[in-house]
């Protein structure tokens, strides 16, 4: 790649690529965001790839995750949660047709503020 184009790719962005799932962490809303927790006792999956980006999501109501595995408690409450256009999860779903597990493959992206983002 010559310089002039690896420059601009730099400064515009462009430094998407594959990766894999290599953590899938369940934390409460007030340890991810603190004060700005809208429901601090909410679960959250911080999903993190191999390439160092990341996604964080709301946990869907009527799911858990334990020993390395998504379960349905509630499929109602699952289904209307997941199927909620603001849901990442259900946009995760819908992308890579797979529960964010690991050894997933994905896409990841450089997100407007410089962050490597899982895409969804």
Do not use: C
């Not at 962005?13 to 603190?34: F, L, T």
């Not at 493959?105 to 962050?115: A, K, L, M, P, R």
Request: aromatic residues 6%; charged residues 30%; proline residues 2%.
């Amino acid at each position: 790649m010559d310089e002039e184009k690896e420059i601009k790719e730099l400064l515009e962005g462009g430094g998407e690529e594959r990766s894999k799932i290599v953590g899938v962490d369940i934390k409460r809303a007030q340890e991810v965001y603190g004060e700005k927790a809208k429901d601090p006792e909410r679960s959250v999956a911080v999903i993190t790839a191999e390439n160092g980006a990341n996604l964080t999501m709301g946990v869907p109501k009527g799911m858990s995750y334990n020993d390395g595995a998504w379960s349905i408690e509630s499929k109602l409450k699952a289904m209307r949660s997941i199927q909620n256009k603001l849901s990442n999860f259900g946009a995760f779903l819908r992308k890579y047709g797979h529960y964010p597990n690991v050894g997933v493959g994905v896409e990841t992206g450089i997100d407007d503020s410089g962050f490597a983002r899982i895409v969804i």
